[in-house]
């Protein structure tokens, strides 16, 4: 709307004449808004008539689409806030030579508009004597190493130098360096075409001091940063000791180191650790990287992930018998109906040959008397059947040749079941269960629970409000009345190579335990579940850091050129490789015969109650007999 104002107004007076410094400036500026060749949005503080105003409109607006500027507003001086647009488009156009202009900068500084994305260009520089390029009305402001400044600066009559000027530190030394020129006939020319980014060409900090906070658990620690003495405590401490030096030395800046003991959660309102560090401005750089939370990342600025490593349940498989009845298991259900099914389509078959066999023969005397012969009577037909289901054979049999066509049937039939069913309870007795997916089916199981003691576990576990997560900390880490199952590393892996057990580990660390202590064939069977709601720990520098672009660059370089990784893999294990699957022989135990001992035992139980009870029916027919017998005689 101002804008638009501005043109009507500005088109009844469009005869004044600008005076010929203002046409140039406005000319470069123009200029080297195109040079940027990035969609911009002028913000112009101008100290001018309207209808230089307008001309500037039209010089900085005019070009190829892409290039030129798509709008230019001018604002007034005590104009506060005000919305420009998107942060990466505003240029900011501000005229020197205006009166109370350093008012001006001191609030735009308080605002924290001097610093990337922003762009800022300053006019109407007075002709300086001296080298001085720095104008005296921002020499007290602190343009950091992520500003960019670019101050024109008047040599000749229509000819200009461009400088960007920046302070390696708050109250330090004055960088400037030459952008670019600008000529009435050669128009804008850059200093340097290839100029890469402004972080870039500002890497070196000329020993400006960084600190960087490293967090260290165990107070030992501190002797063994880079002598792999211990490195299973403080791992991540360890392996991004010698890369965030490295990135120091990349911007050459010297360091001061901060030690903390936690990576730092909120307490109270407050943050602790490494977070609080960074959050008081006190460091710039978290030199552990810290899980990636959601409450974190309003507080910090998360730059890049080094070293991805997770912390896990890992746990050896459970044999399939600890779940399951390995009896049942070897067929499915429908194998299951359809046998016994079978089962007694024969035993009727049978049944109905053996009565018509009797039948025809039943004048045959020496049939009869020959105990050999199965009777026509389904408790024998029956005692056959289990005979043949058992593999036990049988000695009655048919001896007409249809009975025998069908007994072969049977006993063929059988054999078959019996087989498959015996060969797949051996390959059962082999295989683990595949049961344990999820942290549900661990909570159900009957593993035991241990986790390894850090501080971040302890801190995730006990505040963990998800319904399943929370109960496996109540029910199986910390279950009321009893220590909570917070134990060191070794003895975790130990535990758990003994089967039952999940542990709860930085797997990276864990696995060369792993690897120390369990066997070929032990490692195959191993499962990881996690537990912990968060991605890979990232690297973390403080908020709105002046440096922050310089270390993004320099840790991916660092990651490139190989160094990360070699830090990563000297403390760091890949999960172990199963190679021994084959020689890995899995003894039967108790459980797994748990089911057939159950069945020997009531079958026993069954069959001495049935003796009882035969003795006492021998017992009680004795007696009768002896009662008729003795009252025969009197009577
Ligand atoms: C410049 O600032 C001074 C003091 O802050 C004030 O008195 C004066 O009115 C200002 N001048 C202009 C033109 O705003
Ligand atoms: C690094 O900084 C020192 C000042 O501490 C400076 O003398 C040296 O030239 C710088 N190194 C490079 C490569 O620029
Ligand atoms: C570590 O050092 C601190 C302070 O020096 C001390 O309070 C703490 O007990 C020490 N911890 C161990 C495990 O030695
Ligand atoms: C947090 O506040 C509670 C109550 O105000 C207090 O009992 C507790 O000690 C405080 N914790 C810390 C770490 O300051």
Redesign the pocket.
């Given at each position: 709307m101002k804008v638009l104002s501005c043109f009507f107004f500005c088109l009844n007076n469009f005869y004044v004449k600008c005076s010929p410094n203002t046409e140039s400036e406005m000319n470069v500026v123009g200029d080297v808004i195109r040079a940027m060749e990035k969609p911009s949005t002028v913000v112009a503080t101008l100290c001018w008539l309207t209808d230089e105003k307008l001309q500037f409109y039209y010089a900085v607006t005019t070009g190829k689409m892409f290039q030129r500027a798509s709008t230019a507003q001018f604002v007034d001086m005590n104009h506060v806030k005000e919305d420009h647009g998107q942060d990466q488009d505003i240029v900011f156009v501000a005229d020197l030579s205006c009166p109370n202009i350093s008012t001006y900068f001191d609030k735009k500084s308080a605002e924290n508009y001097f610093r990337s994305p922003f762009r800022w260009i300053l006019i109407g520089n007075p002709i300086q004597d001296g080298e001085d390029i720095v104008p005296n009305a921002i020499a007290h402001v602190d343009l950091l190493p992520d500003s960019l400044v670019i101050v024109v600066c008047q040599v000749r009559e229509h000819s200009y130098d461009l400088y960007t000027i920046y302070k390696i530190s708050s109250g330090g030394k004055w960088c400037p360096k030459l952008y670019g020129k600008w000529d009435k006939e050669t128009r804008f020319v850059i200093a340097d075409p290839y100029m890469e980014s402004i972080a870039l060409q500002r890497q070196?900090?000329?020993?400006f001091e960084i600190s960087i906070c490293y967090v260290l658990t165990d107070n030992d620690s501190i002797n063994h940063l880079t002598d792999e003495v211990n490195d299973h405590i403080d791992t991540i401490t360890k392996v991004n000791f010698p890369t965030t030096n490295h990135l120091l030395d990349i911007v050459?800046a010297?360091r001061k180191y901060i030690f903390a003991d936690t990576w730092g959660y909120r307490v109270n309102g407050t943050w602790n650790g490494m977070t609080g560090y960074l959050i008081r401005e006190e460091v710039e750089i978290g030199g552990s990287p810290m899980f990636f939370t959601s409450e974190r990342i309003s507080v910090v600025d998360y730059i890049a992930s080094p070293t991805p490593t997770r912390s896990k349940f890992v746990f050896q498989q459970p044999k399939l018998s600890y779940e399951n009845n390995l009896f049942l298991l070897s067929f499915r259900t429908s194998v299951w109906y359809s046998s016994t099914a079978l089962i007694f389509l024969l035993l009727l078959a049978l049944f109905v040959v053996t009565i018509w066999e009797w039948k025809k023969h039943v004048k045959d005397e020496q049939r009869t008397g020959d105990a050999g012969t199965l009777r026509a009577n389904i408790v024998d037909v029956t005692i056959l059947i289990c005979g043949a289901i058992c593999q036990q054979g049988s000695p009655v049999e048919l001896k007409g040749s249809l009975g025998r066509v069908v007994m072969l049937i049977l006993f063929l039939a059988l054999m078959f079941l019996y087989t498959s069913y015996s060969a797949n309870i051996v390959a059962l007795l082999q295989s683990s269960s595949t049961r344990i997916r999820n942290l549900d089916d661990l909570l159900h199981s009957r593993l035991k629970f241990g986790v390894h003691d850090t501080v971040f576990n302890r801190y995730y576990f006990s505040t963990a409000t998800e319904p399943v997560r929370k109960a496996i900390y109540e029910r199986k880490v910390a279950p009321p009345g009893v220590t909570p199952r917070f134990i060191s590393m070794e003895e975790g892996v130990k535990t758990m190579r003994k089967g039952l057990f999940a542990f709860h580990m930085e797997t990276g660390v864990g696995y060369k335990f792993v690897g120390k202590y369990f066997n070929e064939g032990e490692k195959c069977g191993l499962q990881e579940i996690q537990y912990l709601q968060v991605i890979d720990p990232w690297l973390a520098v403080r908020k709105h850091t002046p440096y922050k672009e310089m270390f993004k660059i320099g840790l991916k370089r660092i990651q490139e050129h190989g160094l990360q990784s070699r830090e990563n893999h000297l403390l760091y294990e890949k999960r172990p490789k199963c190679s021994g699957r084959e020689s890995n022989f899995v003894s039967v135990s108790m459980v797994d015969c748990y089911p057939a001992l159950l069945i020997l035992s009531y079958g026993a139980l069954v069959s001495l109650s049935f003796l009882a009870f035969e003795l006492l029916v021998h017992q009680r027919q004795t007696i009768i007999h002896r009662i008729t017998h003795c009252s025969g005689n009197t009577f």
């Amino acid at each position: 709307m101002k804008v638009l104002s501005c043109f009507f107004f500005c088109l009844n007076n469009f005869y004044v004449k600008c005076s010929p410094n203002t046409e140039s400036e406005m000319n470069v500026v123009g200029d080297v808004i195109r040079a940027m060749e990035k969609p911009s949005t002028v913000v112009a503080t101008l100290c001018w008539l309207t209808d230089e105003k307008l001309q500037f409109y039209y010089a900085v607006t005019t070009g190829k689409m892409f290039q030129r500027a798509s709008t230019a507003q001018f604002v007034d001086m005590n104009h506060v806030k005000e919305d420009h647009g998107q942060d990466q488009d505003i240029v900011f156009v501000a005229d020197l030579s205006c009166p109370n202009i350093s008012t001006y900068f001191d609030k735009k500084s308080a605002e924290n508009y001097f610093r990337s994305p922003f762009r800022w260009i300053l006019i109407g520089n007075p002709i300086q004597d001296g080298e001085d390029i720095v104008p005296n009305a921002i020499a007290h402001v602190d343009l950091l190493p992520d500003s960019l400044v670019i101050v024109v600066c008047q040599v000749r009559e229509h000819s200009y130098d461009l400088y960007t000027i920046y302070k390696i530190s708050s109250g330090g030394k004055w960088c400037p360096k030459l952008y670019g020129k600008w000529d009435k006939e050669t128009r804008f020319v850059i200093a340097d075409p290839y100029m890469e980014s402004i972080a870039l060409q500002r890497q070196d900090l000329l020993g400006f001091e960084i600190s960087i906070c490293y967090v260290l658990t165990d107070n030992d620690s501190i002797n063994h940063l880079t002598d792999e003495v211990n490195d299973h405590i403080d791992t991540i401490t360890k392996v991004n000791f010698p890369t965030t030096n490295h990135l120091l030395d990349i911007v050459n800046a010297s360091r001061k180191y901060i030690f903390a003991d936690t990576w730092g959660y909120r307490v109270n309102g407050t943050w602790n650790g490494m977070t609080g560090y960074l959050i008081r401005e006190e460091v710039e750089i978290g030199g552990s990287p810290m899980f990636f939370t959601s409450e974190r990342i309003s507080v910090v600025d998360y730059i890049a992930s080094p070293t991805p490593t997770r912390s896990k349940f890992v746990f050896q498989q459970p044999k399939l018998s600890y779940e399951n009845n390995l009896f049942l298991l070897s067929f499915r259900t429908s194998v299951w109906y359809s046998s016994t099914a079978l089962i007694f389509l024969l035993l009727l078959a049978l049944f109905v040959v053996t009565i018509w066999e009797w039948k025809k023969h039943v004048k045959d005397e020496q049939r009869t008397g020959d105990a050999g012969t199965l009777r026509a009577n389904i408790v024998d037909v029956t005692i056959l059947i289990c005979g043949a289901i058992c593999q036990q054979g049988s000695p009655v049999e048919l001896k007409g040749s249809l009975g025998r066509v069908v007994m072969l049937i049977l006993f063929l039939a059988l054999m078959f079941l019996y087989t498959s069913y015996s060969a797949n309870i051996v390959a059962l007795l082999q295989s683990s269960s595949t049961r344990i997916r999820n942290l549900d089916d661990l909570l159900h199981s009957r593993l035991k629970f241990g986790v390894h003691d850090t501080v971040f576990n302890r801190y995730y576990f006990s505040t963990a409000t998800e319904p399943v997560r929370k109960a496996i900390y109540e029910r199986k880490v910390a279950p009321p009345g009893v220590t909570p199952r917070f134990i060191s590393m070794e003895e975790g892996v130990k535990t758990m190579r003994k089967g039952l057990f999940a542990f709860h580990m930085e797997t990276g660390v864990g696995y060369k335990f792993v690897g120390k202590y369990f066997n070929e064939g032990e490692k195959c069977g191993l499962q990881e579940i996690q537990y912990l709601q968060v991605i890979d720990p990232w690297l973390a520098v403080r908020k709105h850091t002046p440096y922050k672009e310089m270390f993004k660059i320099g840790l991916k370089r660092i990651q490139e050129h190989g160094l990360q990784s070699r830090e990563n893999h000297l403390l760091y294990e890949k999960r172990p490789k199963c190679s021994g699957r084959e020689s890995n022989f899995v003894s039967v135990s108790m459980v797994d015969c748990y089911p057939a001992l159950l069945i020997l035992s009531y079958g026993a139980l069954v069959s001495l109650s049935f003796l009882a009870f035969e003795l006492l029916v021998h017992q009680r027919q004795t007696i009768i007999h002896r009662i008729t017998h003795c009252s025969g005689n009197t009577f």
